[in-house]
T-cell receptor, first 113, second 114 residues
């Protein structure tokens, strides 16, 4: 049972465009929703995270939108740059993030110059 | 510059051999996680510890995998005997075990079982 579903699997966007990656979860006990960025040969690194008591969180060029009733959340990258080309994972956790993470399958993002 | 360290970075072994992967969490972090990444399954949680006690190992194949924390600065993941399907990148992550605290990932151990 895949508890966190992520789409699309891959995405190509022109520089300056706004890639959007979507995730849906099933377990209503999840209360922490982070996004991780991973470059080839590296471990995932936290980009931004949200709790279900807010509908949007913005940090720099990265924004999470959260819809608790639909059990969906998404990542938007404003003014995308070639350096943003990476694999992005959404995840969910209980315990406010203190517990282990359940990851989506990942989105391979390419930003073309 | 505090970071999670993992050894070895790469390991090639033959089926049936024992494999031990090591992780040094960030000093002061009381929670250690083990994840496995494959192309087919993505990132999966194997097990995690808090204050050196195992909290959840439900993601780990019990018959061949074992995880321990001999002390607060060392976590180990052992596979015995290894099988080709264990080939993957194994990540260790550490955190402070409080709501809202980030999990910091190590660089991973790439395991290839021939």
């Amino acid at each position: 049972q895949q508890q966190v579903k992520q789409s699309p699997q891959s995405l190509i966007v022109q520089k300056g465009g706004i890639p959007i990656i979507n995730c849906a979860y099933e377990n209503t006990a999840f209360d922490y929703f982070p996004w991780y960025q991973q470059f080839p040969g590296k471990g995932p690194a936290l980009l931004i995270a949200i709790r279900p008591d807010v509908s949007e969180k913005k940090e720099g060029r990265f924004t999470i939108s959260f819809n608790k009733s639909a059990k969906q959340f998404s990542l938007h990258i404003m003014d995308s740059q070639p350096g943003d080309s990476a694999t992005y994972f959404c995840a969910a956790s209980r315990g406010g993030g203190a517990d282990g993470l359940t990851f989506g399958k990942g989105t391979h993002l390419i930003i073309q110059p | 510059d505090a970071r999670v360290t993992q050894t070895p970075r790469d390991k090639v072994t033959e089926m049936g051999q024992e494999v031990t992967m090591r992780c040094q969490p960030i000093l002061g972090h009381n929670t250690v996680f083990w994840y496995r990444q494959t192309m087919m399954q993505g990132l999966e949680l194997l097990a995690y510890f808090r204050n050196r006690a195992p909290l959840d190992d439900s993601g780990m194949p019990k018959d061949r995998f074992s995880a321990e924390m001999p002390d607060a600065t060392l976590a180990t993941l052992k596979i015995q005997p290894s099988e080709p399907r264990d080939s993957a990148v194994y990540f260790c992550a550490s955190g402070q075990g409080q709501p809202g605290n980030e999990q910091f990932f190590g660089p991973g151990t790439r395991l290839t079982v021939l």
